[in-house]
């Protein structure tokens, strides 16, 4: 069944704060195999790790309709209003965009903004998932 058009527009209540810790942001490089020594600003690609916590958040709504195990994550996108950098609390809060059906596919579009404990917009996520339920 494809996942309701009234979802456009919904925004979803901000993830739990995250912190962002030197140790995580070096495991994350050493995962993504990115260079990165302590001090340096995190890799440009780190948000997705709060960020997911919001698509997570969107999966297991159960109103929503969308299983995991049949997402394909198509696009990320960042948009920087400055680094992240270890000292950093932040939260996301995931809007959805954007909902077409192509072909029996839902074609999600996602927008998350990541804030600091300031309420300071750092990064903006986005992202399209394709959706396929039933499959």
């Known amino acids: 069944m494809p996942v309701d058009a009234g979802l456009v527009g919904r925004t979803f209540p901000p ?33 997705i790790v709060v960020a997911f916590a919001a698509m997570q958040a969107l999966m297991d709504d159960p109103t929503v309709g969308i299983e995991l195990h049949h997402v394909v994550h198509g696009e990320q996108r960042f948009v920087h209003e400055r ?3 270890a000292g950093d609390r932040l939260t996301a809060e995931l809007t959805v965009e954007t909902l077409r059906q192509v072909g ?25 998932l394709v959706h396929k339920a039933g499959a």
């Not at 140790?23 to 050493?30: G, I, K, P, S």
């Not at 998350?112 to 986005?126: E, K, P, Q, Y």
Request: hydrophobic share 40%; aromatic share 6%; proline share 10%.
């Open 15 to 47: 993830t739990e704060p995250y912190d962002v810790t030197a140790h995580a942001v070096r495991a994350f490089a050493e995962a993504t195999g990115t260079p990165w020594t302590d001090g340096d600003p995190a890799p440009a690609t780190f948000p």
């Open 104 to 128: 029996g596919a839902d074609i999600i579009g996602t927008s998350s903004a990541l804030t600091d404990a300031d309420g300071a917009l750092v990064c903006t996520a986005r992202a399209t």
């Open 83 to 85: 680094p992240v950098v």
